[in-house]
Nanobody, 126 residues
Framework: VQLQASGGGLVQAGGSLRVSCAAS????????MAWFRQAPGKEREFVAA????????DYADSVKGRFTISRDNDKKMLYLQMSGLKPEDTAVYYC????????????????????WGQGTLVTVSS
């Protein structure tokens, strides 16, 4: 299983950026997916999660209304659209996956996920 995150970069405060995650999962639609982030010197934290079919989503309070998680099961892709970026959003963003049954709740903890991508760096300048 491989998760490849991409799309990070440098953006000014108030700007937008979309990060992507390509999955090599055989049956991508059987996996709950999420984004986490880790800022320098801080713990990795939950950002957003999405159910197998994309019908349910959950967000950290710090990004609600600014970030949108989505997925394309045909392309085996996960996305995080970020807008209204703030310097405190600067972090390495990681995608994560866990095979779940269709009724499983969305996971918001690191331990909820079995597979992780390598991360992509997002830097927001003030």
């Amino acid at each position: 299983v491989q998760l490849q995150a991409s799309g990070g970069g440098l953006v000014q405060a108030g700007g937008s950026l979309r990060v992507s995650c390509a999955a090599s999962l055989v049956i991508f639609s059987s996996y709950g997916m999420a984004w986490f982030r880790q800022a320098p010197g801080k713990e990795r934290e939950f950002v957003a999660a999405i159910s197998r079919n994309g019908g349910n989503t959950d967000y950290a309070d710090s990004v609600k209304g600014r970030f949108t998680i989505s997925r394309d099961n045909d392309k085996k892709m996960l996305y995080l659209q970020m807008s209204g970026l703030k310097p405190e959003d600067t972090a390495v963003y990681y995608c994560a996956a866990k095979r779940v049954i269709i009724t499983a709740p969305l996971g918001t903890r690191r331990d909820d996920y079995d597979y992780w991508g390598q991360g992509t760096l997002v830097t927001v300048s003030s």
